[in-house]
């Protein structure tokens, strides 16, 4: 695969993490993990260029660790897309965390930095979408502090297109992180 320059994605995930925390502090809201734990919800991952970006870091780690994390990932995907419990939700926790801590913090996709508050999307053509935030927050006992999505799922296609033309790459993909390692090719 042809090497790909992360600069503008680095940029774009520093500028989500800062306007999380500036809204998260706005709430007094810390995540310190719960019953609910979004590193336990099923979420797929629709991007090339942060698939790319995941396996950059996860090929830097130590070759035991990565042994580790893809029978953990292998695991999960046994698990979770089984004939018997598709459909169900497991609730099984995310490969890459180790000891309560993502081991890819800094490579972590959009949805995994962007996770828990309460936001709007503009999509073009169609009404505004709030999404209500984590329940661990209860923010609906709160007064909503705008935190808008839109510029960064923009920002995340333009990336995305970039990288699809440098590769060759055409569709969407759909997997969960799991899915990601357990197939890492782009």
């Not at 503008?8 to 995930?13: D, G, H, K, N, P």
């Not at 950059?56 to 698990?79: E, L, P, W």
Request: hydrophobic share 35%.
């Amino acid at each position: 695969m042809k090497q790909f320059d992360f600069s503008a994605l680095i940029r774009l995930y520093s500028k989500m993490d800062n306007t999380y925390n500036k809204v998260a502090a706005q709430y007094g809201f810390h995540c310190t993990g719960c019953k609910d734990n979004c590193c336990t919800s099923l979420f797929f991952h629709h991007t090339f260029v942060e698939k790319a970006f995941l396996l950059h870091g996860f090929f830097q780690m130590d070759t035991g660790v990565q042994k580790k994390i893809r029978q953990t990932a292998a695991d999960y995907v046994s698990k979770t897309f089984s004939s018997a419990t598709t459909g169900n939700s497991l609730k099984l926790m995310c490969p890459l965390i180790c000891q309560d801590r993502c081991s890819l913090y800094f490579f972590r996709p959009m949805i995994c930095r962007l996770h828990g508050l309460p936001h709007e999307l503009h999509p073009p053509g169609r009404q505004k979408i709030r999404g209500p935030g984590c329940n661990t927050g209860q923010f609906d006992s709160k007064p909503y502090i705008a935190f808008d999505r839109t510029p960064f799922y923009v920002k995340m296609a333009e990336l995305e297109h970039n990288f699809q033309h440098q590769h060759n790459k055409a569709g969407r993909p759909r997997q969960t992180i799991a899915q990601m390692l357990t197939n890492p090719e782009i």
